[in-house]
């Protein structure tokens, strides 16, 4: 083991990754921080002046390289390893020349053994990539110095052994596509949003995602990048709100800060001689004026100019814009840039709002609830009857993010295996129907209420289900196994 201790930092959006590992490295007597993102890693090493850190490649604010070149700004002699599953010379070379030593995951031994002798080599930063491996490379990472007791897999997604499983199968809810995070839902409008994403995957041109906020635009784009054959290059996405002129967009083609506002961008060796890969614009419709003509040029001519008319950076990239407003109807009003609008040529990808997906609520429910159980170490087997009553008929104006980040807060509060009313935001209580009048005797059950709900809205459009369907918010489907119920136990 190493005669002194280490502090090591930790930086992975991947929780169940960061555990692993750190449980790992406590073992191997280092001191052991963590960080979420890039941003928070350069925070605590401002703090703290770790002796290593292992970061993810890539995550949501700050990618593993660019969190190397700031954390070398804090510590201009840290040594550095790149650690990747995707093996190349272009990668090789770019680790070259940022002064890192290159390590694939099939030689995971070899790394350990550095690690273990930290100490006669100075500081050190590894590179984690977060991205699923290929099948031939999903194995467990050899490691002669940590008992066999834990296991870490070389893909995050995977579980570990000892880690407890959840009461709910996640895997079985959710439908996924090839190795993806799950994109749940089996209504009509779901299904349909899987079969575009394969098909979209294959076609090499921009996308339009619109939908409203928390319907999971992002999670579609990601789908669309990791199915395509850019899904070995960067995936980079970005509010555009951000932005507030062009020249805050060139820079984000190349991934570099500015040094100073009115000095040009210097292109660093290890970007090439242009950006690959695919690039996500949220909230498009905001995207300022300045910024709209720029993006029309390099769309049209397939290069970012930087210092200087003559010193070009060749683009290789496929955009997808992300919105909840229709552009074409923000050109018509004058809003958006026609010409722009027109250039981008684009297919759009519907995401339905969850109002429009009722019957997958409760599969969310249970995956969410599944997932928040093994983060928050809890065994909550179930929503109350109340509940899943009160979700069904909520609105959800923030569509699955909302539902998430209730489920999320329940999960928290709950002291019991069983979320209650009690456990749910004051708004969402609200909802709750008032009790029946004195006056009304008579008390039914939920079931016996839906039951002669669903009759009489049967009844009003004089037997036409897919009406009634419609007037219930619920698919076609769900209405008839829900009649079919009701004619069994007549």
Not at 224 to 234: E, P
Not at 339 to 361: F, T
Request: proline fraction near 4%; charge should be positive; include cysteine.
């Amino acid at each position: 083991m190493v005669n002194s201790v280490k502090k090591i930092l930790l930086v992975d959006d991947e929780k169940r990754l960061l555990n692993s590992m750190e449980q790992r490295l406590l073992l191997m007597g280092f001191d052991v921080m963590k960080a979420s993102s890039g941003t928070r890693a350069v925070e605590i090493a401002k703090k703290t002046q770790p002796d290593m850190a292992i970061v993810d490649l890539k995550m949501p604010d700050m990618d593993g390289l660019m969190t190397i070149t700031k954390l070398k700004e804090i510590i201009p002699d840290l040594k550095t390893v790149l650690l990747t599953g995707y093996g190349s010379k272009k990668t090789k070379q770019e680790t070259k020349t940022l002064g890192s030593d290159y390590f694939e995951k099939d030689s995971m031994s070899d790394l350990w053994n550095l690690i273990k002798g930290l100490n006669s080599h100075g500081n050190l930063v590894v590179i984690k990539p977060s991205d699923t491996t290929s099948q031939s490379k999903k194995k467990y990472l050899e490691d002669h110095f940590i008992p066999d007791r834990i296991n870490i897999f070389s893909d995050p997604h995977e579980k570990s052994l000892d880690q407890k499983p959840s009461r709910s199968n996640v895997d079985s809810i959710g439908r996924s596509l090839g190795g993806l995070p799950k994109i749940i839902g089996e209504t009509s409008g779901m299904q349909g949003v899987r079969k575009n994403i394969e098909r979209l995957a294959g076609l090499d041109c921009t996308i339009i995602i619109q939908g409203e906020s928390g319907t999971g635009k992002e999670l579609a784009a990601r789908a669309i990048h990791t199915l395509s054959h850019r899904k070995d290059q960067r995936f980079l996405a970005f509010n555009s709100g951000c932005f507030s002129n062009d020249f805050q967009f060139k820079e984000l083609l190349s991934s570099i800060e500015q040094s100073s506002p009115h000095q040009g961008l210097e292109i660093p060796d290890r970007m090439g001689k242009g950006f690959i890969g695919t690039i996500l614009l949220d909230h498009f419709e905001i995207i300022p004026e300045k910024t709209q003509c720029e993006m029309l040029k390099i769309i049209e001519n397939k290069t970012a100019g930087y210092s200087t008319d003559s010193n070009k950076m060749m683009l290789d990239i496929r955009f997808i814009i992300a919105t909840h407003q229709d552009l074409k109807k923000r050109v018509d009003e004058g809003k958006f840039n026609k010409k722009l609008y027109h250039q981008l040529n684009a297919i759009e990808l519907m995401m339905p709002s969850l109002r429009e997906r009722k019957d997958d609520i409760l599969p969310l429910c249970s995956y969410f609830l599944s997932k928040l159980n093994i983060e928050f170490e809890k065994d909550i087997e179930s929503f109350s009857d109340e509940v899943s009553s009160l979700f069904l008929s909520y609105p959800f104006p923030g569509n699955v993010r909302e539902l998430k980040h209730i489920i999320e807060r329940a999960v928290i509060l709950s002291d019991s295996s069983t979320i209650e009313i009690r456990h749910l935001p004051e708004r969402l209580s609200k909802k709750i129907p008032a009790p029946p009048s004195p006056e009304n005797k008579q008390l039914f059950t939920l079931k016996e209420m839906e039951k002669n709900h669903i009759l009489k809205v049967i009844e009003f459009t004089k037997g036409n289900k897919s009406k009634a369907a419609e007037i219930l918010c619920i698919s076609r489907g769900a209405l008839w196994r829900k009649l079919k119920q009701i004619n069994a136990e007549k």
